[in-house]
Nanobody
Framework: QVQLVESGGGLVESGGSLRLSCVAS????????VGWYRQAPGKERELVAT??????DYADSVKGRFTIFRDNAKNTVYLQMHSLKFEDTAVYYC???????????WGQGTQVTVSS
């Protein structure tokens, strides 16, 4: 069992920045995948940025604005968000897979609201 706790969300003006954090209750050093998803009202949950193996993946909509990075010593994954847009408004969730076909662990989510 792995618990994930997100933090760092809030209200920010368009063009602003936020940094989200996801702290895991277990080591993330050798896990298969960890990253960020988001869900806006009335929309499906979508990938934002992930580490899979040694690869970083980003949604096209956030490339060049968001950066995912991690601190294995702190079991923490971060999402640095710059140049935020109104359409980035969503609940942001942390997701972790220990192995490729393992169950997925999700955090409780953190709300990001970007005012236009």
């Amino acid at each position: 069992q792995v618990q994930l706790v997100e933090s760092g969300g809030g209200l920010v003006e368009s063009g602003g920045s936020l940094r989200l954090s996801c702290v895991a209750s277990a080591s993330i050093a050798n896990i298969y995948m960890v990253g960020w998803y988001r869900q806006a009202p009335g929309k499906e949950r979508e990938l934002v940025a992930t580490f899979t193996g040694g690869r970083r993946d980003y949604a096209d909509s956030v490339k060049g604005r968001f950066t995912i990075f991690r601190d294995n010593a702190k079991n923490t994954v971060y999402l640095q968000m710059h140049s935020l847009k109104f359409e980035d408004t969503a609940v942001y969730y942390c997701k972790l897979l220990r192995q490729p076909f393992d169950r997925a662990y999700w955090g409780q989510g953190t709300q990001v609201t970007v005012s236009s």
